[in-house]
């Protein structure tokens, strides 16, 4: 166990509206992940982090940002959100002794009506 | 394109029928591959990486094997408690960069 917590855990809103979702982690991993599980697509990366203040994308990443000002929290945000972000979203940070080996957070189910 | 393809989507077997499930993938400069387990409502839960061709991996009922363009999951008398859904990741030239497999939903019947 990684120690990953994710809030909310649910969340329903309306299309437009911004919406922030926050992990936070107690292991101190540098690295740390933003994922998205629709059916039919499995888990795709939206955005990742490699320290404080450093991001970059993955291959979901329009219409969303990110921010890691903290090594233990890291936010995804939707700007405006949108139906087609309906889905359930997933972060993960990676194992102290190999970086390969993801643990991922319970998860937060998002849906924009 | 790089692609990772699981099959098949869904497996019904009977407790005790051992099966094997399997992942493909068309990535070039493989780093690694993952299995992982996730149960409804929770997050994928990490099982084995496999870094080279005729790597064998194995925990309890599972074993995880490797060749160059593909990997298998098997499963040896399988419990209804193996009951989930099966990822396979694959980690290509960039070191943080996983592509996921769509999954197989194994279900053990008692």
């Known amino acids: 166990d990684a120690g990953i917590t994710q809030s909310p855990r649910h969340k329903v809103t309306e299309t437009g509206t911004p919406v922030t979702l926050r992990c936070h982690q107690t292991?101190?991993?540098?690295?740390m992940y933003w994922y998205r599980q629709d059916p039919g697509h499995g888990l795709r990366l939206i955005h990742y982090?490699?320290?404080?203040?450093?991001?970059d994308k993955g291959e979901v990443s329009d219409g969303y940002s990110v921010s890691r000002s903290k090594t233990e929290d890291f936010l995804l945000t939707l700007e405006s959100a949108t139906s087609s972000q309906t889905s359930v979203y997933f972060c993960?940070?990676?194992?102290?002794?190999?970086?390969?080996?993801?643990?991922f957070g319970p998860g937060t189910r998002l849906t924009v009506l | 394109e790089d692609q990772v393809t699981q099959s098949p989507e869904a497996l019904r077997l009977q407790e005790g029928e051992s099966s094997s499930l399997n992942c493909s993938y068309t990535?070039?400069?493989?780093?690694?591959l993952f299995w992982y387990r996730q149960d409804p409502g929770k997050g994928p839960e990490f099982l084995f990486t496999?870094?080279?061709a005729g790597e064998e991996k194995e925990k309890e009922r599972l074993k995880a094997t490797l060749t160059k363009k593909e990997s298998f999951l098997h499963i040896t008398a399988p419990k209804p408690e193996d009951s989930a859904t099966y990822l396979c990741?694959?980690?290509?030239?960039?070191?943080?960069?996983?592509?996921f497999g769509s999954g197989t939903r194994l279900s053990i019947r008692p």
């Open positions: 993960a940070t990676v194992s102290a002794t190999s970086y390969n080996e993801q643990f």
């Open positions: 292991e101190n991993h540098r690295y």
């Open positions: 982090s490699y320290g404080v203040k450093d991001t």
């Open positions: 990535v070039s400069g493989l780093r690694g």
């Open positions: 496999l870094y080279s």
């Open positions: 990741a694959v980690q290509w030239s960039s070191a943080s960069k996983i592509i």
